[in-house]
């Protein structure tokens, strides 16, 4: 049986042979036409809007505008297409896989244990997903990840650099998305927790309280826009107990094997709490805690749980796991085999089952704007859409007419997109037939009219 040590882990070469894998696997479905929500972020964020422009629109929206205004600057930059909205997600999500080595190394002073971390973030199903989105989910993750580990170490070495940028991670983390707003609630209970099982003494809780407020004075400004929130109608239905469990396992891109042996390493600190309280409670009760306090609010005011704003407990999940399997005896003989197999799954997963590669975020706005200009440029031809705010994102870089929700049954032709967002029936004056239709998956369907 191979048997490794620590300097094994210390060479460069696997670190790069394993970044240039997760990179390629990233790109595979970079160029795909962009989503619903990646529309409005590129919409938002666009060139043409002013910083006032986008900070206005977040106040209505289901989060605070610093991400919109990153990417806003980003596309300014390295110019406005499709493909740079989902570059800087890519830039983002591999900062968090280095963090995420940087961190577990830090917390467990183990570079084999470090490195089981970064090859299960670089491999995860779910963040090379959202790896090439135009959202901030990548953004969710890198920040959760500082401000969970920072928090431990400042704990854990009383070193008042480590409070402060748990100050700063969780600022920016506030400012990008109202799940923080729930993490650092959920971090000061188990922090207050600490303190009365004696695990920290005064002063350090205190210091933590202080760095709470100036959390909370700095993001102040803002806190009337996320509270005003809750009276808002959700997309989101009411969640079930046991979604904890299908989460997880939408988090491994539904592989059972690496579903098993998450759910193993998780249980097993569980039980072995007492191993490291401070740890154990900061990082077990992030994960717990982060889907119980969303859930409550669920109920008692509108639904707000859903698996990609849980992404921001998914690096406790990647380090506690990964401190299991690296320095547990159990089956100890058997690791390399179990690697193999976990990692072997990842991949059958990623190729032949849920098939990434044939396109993970693809929805057919672009597609069905291109048929638009391709089969009668430059006519005039009224385009019906309800969510005409997203497929004019396509169709204000050609030169035919604009969408609209407004129906009107005026010309010889009329274009209708149909979406499966759309709430409102669609009904036509009966002179008008059926000319041309595409249908999409997904519940997509591109009809060209034609009057009698």
Sequence with gaps: MLQFSEKHFKRPLPYIIIMLIGLSMRLLNINDGLWLDEIWSMNISGVENSAL????????????????????????????????????????????????????????????????????????????????????????????????????????????????????????????????????????????????????????????????????????????????????????????????????????????????????????????????????????????????????????????????????????????TSIFWGQTDILKGKKIMIYVVVFGSIFFNFFFINKFIDGAHLEPWRDASLEIRKDREGEKINIYCEQDFHLNYYLKKSNVKLSSYVLKEEGSFLWHFKTPYDKVAFSLNQQYQIEEQIEYEGGFVLTLYKKE
């Design 53 to 320: 422009d986008i900070i206005e629109a977040c106040k209505t929206d289901t989060h605070p505008p610093l991400y919109d205004l990153l990417l806003h600057y980003f596309l300014l930059l390295v110019g406005d297409s499709d493909i740079s909205g989902r570059i800087l997600s890519l830039i983002i999500g591999f900062l968090g896989i280095i963090s995420t080595f940087y961190y577990t190394l830090r917390i467990t002073k183990k570079y084999k244990t470090s490195f089981l971390a970064f090859t299960l973030i670089t491999f995860s199903f779910f963040h090379i997903y959202y790896s090439g989105e135009g959202r901030f989910y990548t953004f969710l993750y890198f920040l959760s990840l500082g401000a969970i580990s920072e928090l431990y170490l400042f704990l854990t070495t009383k070193r008042y650099n480590r409070l402060f940028l748990f100050v700063f991670y969780s600022l920016i983390l506030v400012y990008t998305h109202y799940y923080g707003a729930i993490l650092l609630f959920v971090l000061s209970i188990l922090v207050f927790l600490l303190w009365i099982m004696k695990e920290i003494n005064t002063k350090t809780f205190l210091y933590f309280a202080l760095s709470g407020f100036v959390i909370l004075a700095i993001f102040s400004p803002w806190l009337p826009y996320m509270l005003v929130r809750k009276s808002n109608s959700s997309w989101m239905s009411e969640p079930k107990i046991w979604d904890f469990f299908e989460y997880l396992y939408l988090y491994t891109g539904k592989n059972p094997v690496e579903f098993i042996f998450i759910l193993l390493a998780l249980s097993m600190s569980i039980k072995n709490m007492k191993s490291n309280v401070i740890l154990n409670t900061i990082f077990i009760g992030a994960i717990i805690l982060g889907f119980i306090v969303p859930f409550v609010v669920s109920y008692l005011s509108t639904p707000m749980l859903h698996n990609r704003y849980t992404f921001i407990y998914y690096p406790c999940i990647i380090i506690l």
